[in-house]
């Protein structure tokens, strides 16, 4: 019997096989993915802002910034026995889910998010195998660390897999 192992915004959680692992909402987040194909583990954070930096408050939720999330992530991995050199990873979301007359930096989260999340994997060493980002609709993706599947659903765009 599988469970469904579910990661809320600005979450974190890890899965090994039977069981899958899910998020949903992701409009501006995005969700990334972190597995080790040899030991079948796999984790997944739901990144809601691009940098921790941004933010004054002491008390920081680790999962919600694409800098503190993929690290603590990584770092949950390899203490339950992933290997490093072996982790690849998958993201889906960053979509730009509302139009704006002005073009402000602050207002472009989700490809902020995306270009956040991609220079963290690199800053790791972790190989981007696939990836279903942009666009302007939100999506719900299911990780299966069996397959190494990430199943995207997209608003209005039906469901592919990466």
């Given at each position: 019997?599988?469970?469904?192992?579910?990661?809320?915004?600005?979450?974190?959680n890890?899965?090994?096989?039977?069981?899958?692992?899910?998020?949903?909402?992701?409009?501006?987040?995005?969700?990334?993915?972190?597995?080790?194909?040899?030991?079948?583990i796999?984790g997944?954070?739901?990144v809601?802002?691009?940098?921790?930096?941004?933010?004054?408050?002491?008390?920081?939720?680790?999962?919600?910034?694409a800098?503190?999330?993929?690290?603590?992530?990584?770092?949950?991995?390899?203490?339950?026995?992933?290997?490093?050199?072996?982790?690849?990873?998958?993201?889906?979301?960053?979509?730009?889910?509302?139009?704006?007359?002005?073009?402000?930096?602050?207002?472009?989260?989700?490809?902020?998010?995306?270009?956040?999340?991609?220079?963290?994997?690199?800053?790791?060493?972790?190989?981007?195998?696939?990836?279903?980002v942009?666009?302007?609709?939100?999506?719900?993706?299911?990780?299966?660390?069996a397959?190494?599947?990430?199943?995207?659903?997209?608003v209005n765009?039906?469901?592919?897999?990466?």
């Amino acid at each position: 019997m599988s469970e469904m192992i579910k990661v809320g915004i600005a979450d974190i959680n890890l899965v090994t096989p039977p069981n899958t692992i899910r998020t949903t909402g992701l409009g501006s987040c995005v969700g990334v993915i972190l597995y080790d194909e040899v030991r079948k583990i796999a984790g997944m954070a739901h990144v809601m802002l691009p940098q921790s930096t941004l933010v004054k408050s002491a008390s920081t939720n680790s999962g919600k910034f694409a800098d503190t999330a993929i690290k603590a992530l990584y770092d949950l991995l390899l203490k339950k026995g992933a290997t490093a050199k072996r982790l690849k990873a998958k993201i889906a979301g960053g979509a730009q889910m509302f139009q704006f007359s002005s073009a402000s930096e602050m207002m472009r989260i989700g490809p902020r998010n995306i270009e956040s999340v991609k220079y963290h994997l690199n800053q790791l060493g972790i190989p981007l195998i696939a990836s279903d980002v942009g666009g302007n609709s939100g999506r719900t993706i299911e990780f299966n660390p069996a397959t190494y599947h990430l199943t995207i659903k997209t608003v209005n765009k039906g469901t592919k897999i990466i």
